[in-house]
């Protein structure tokens, strides 16, 4: 296995977690395909799927760049049920969790995790171009290579219409940006994109978040 895991593995690991802990989680298949025509999948880790449980979703693999974020959610999930199946708790570094906490979260709560959101991007940043941030849709590129891709992070419809929220001195690229030549390009209108369309569909399934 390589040092960071690719699409590939992430997929395989989820794949896995539910094949080994069949009555601990299970995969769920977004409803929308990336451009390049990728199906995504989140796992939900519950003892049982009483709707009055409380639910936390963690995403990761957002911004294509930024490696770290679907290892860190991978390794979480196969942590938490590892130790929830062998009655143990978890340390990581100085920070402590009891047995009985780990059975708080996995009997108590519902916990989503999406550790992939943006496959295309994370793909394109391993193999092609790794300072890559967005998602990899050309539709607004007008056959630039440069200009292809939506901020993911940026595609949500909280103050996406920043121009609206935020006064002009504040309108810097880092903020958000409607030039599809920048990499902080938020996109056509809210959701535009399928990655930001299965998040709101896990929202909305599991509603409250």
């Keep these: ?29 977004l409803p929308k395909k ?3 025509g990728r199906v995504c999948h989140a796992l939900q880790i519950a003892k049982g799927h009483a709707q009055h449980k ?23 999930a196969g942590d938490l049920l590892r130790a929830y199946s062998k009655g143990k708790g978890l340390q990581y570094l100085k920070k402590t969790f009891l047995a009985r906490d780990i059975r708080t979260i996995v009997e108590e709560s519902t ?48 103050m996406w219409d920043f121009k609206k929220f935020f006064h002009p001195a504040a309108w810097t690229d880092s903020l958000a940006s409607d030039n599809p030549a920048i990499e902080t390009f938020h996109g056509p209108e809210p959701f535009s994109e399928p990655e930001t369309q299965n998040v709101r569909w896990l929202m909305d399934r599991f509603n409250p978040v």
């Design 111 to 158: 916990l989503v995790v999406f550790p992939c959101v943006n496959p295309d991007g994370v793909e394109f940043s391993h193999t092609k171009r790794y300072l890559w941030r967005k998602n990899r849709n050309p539709a607004h590129s007008k056959g630039d290579a440069k200009k292809i891709g939506v901020d993911i992070n940026r595609n949500y419809d909280f």
């Design 1 to 29: 296995m390589a040092l960071i895991l690719n699409t590939t593995e992430i997929a395989s690991a989820l794949i896995n977690f539910e094949a080994t802990y069949p009555e601990l989680c299970r995969r769920l298949q």
């Design 54 to 76: 409380p639910v936390v979703l963690i995403i990761a693999g957002v911004h294509a760049r930024e490696w770290g974020g679907p290892d860190i959610v991978v390794n979480f």
């Design 34 to 36: 990336t451009y390049e």
